[in-house]
């Protein structure tokens, strides 16, 4: 069965940087779509950044210019470097997979109902 394990979170001073890693495993389909949210307390999970699997991104406006999404097919591995961070960063972050390719007819990137597949999240936290 699929497996998203994210790692790199952790607390930060506003301005900084941190880099998000998460690894899948249990992969079947030929492609797939993947992408970082993130959660506040007492909000919505939100889309931050998606990736095809030939490398075509979309990012969310409130990151757009600060955060860049990358992935290693062979590893199965995706990277989320957040730099210039901010208090309102704040969250606890996911990591999202489907098989296929990113559906931005609704939203860029894809709405959470989009992806089939969650890891448990890394928390981070800007002061």
């Known amino acids: 069965h699929v497996q998203l394990v994210e790692s790199g979170g952790g607390s930060v001073q506003a301005g900084g940087s941190l880099r998000l890693s998460c690894a899948a495993s249990g992969f079947t389909a030929s492609s797939y779509c993947m992408g970082w949210f993130r959660q506040a307390p007492g909000k919505e999970r939100e889309g931050v950044a998606s990736?095809?699997?030939?490398?075509?991104?979309s990012y969310s406006d409130s990151v757009n210019g600060r955060f860049t999404i990358s992935s290693d097919n062979a590893k199965r591995s995706v990277y989320l470097q957040m730099n210039d961070l901010r208090p309102e960063d704040t969250a606890m972050y996911y990591c999202?997979?489907?098989?296929?390719?990113?559906?931005?007819?609704?939203?860029?990137?894809?709405?959470?109902?989009?992806?089939?597949?969650w890891g448990q999240g890394t928390q981070v936290t800007v002061s």
């Open positions: 990736i095809d699997d030939d490398g075509s991104t």
């Open positions: 999202a997979a489907d098989p296929g390719v990113c559906d931005y007819s609704l939203a860029r990137p894809p709405p959470k109902y989009a992806f089939g597949y």
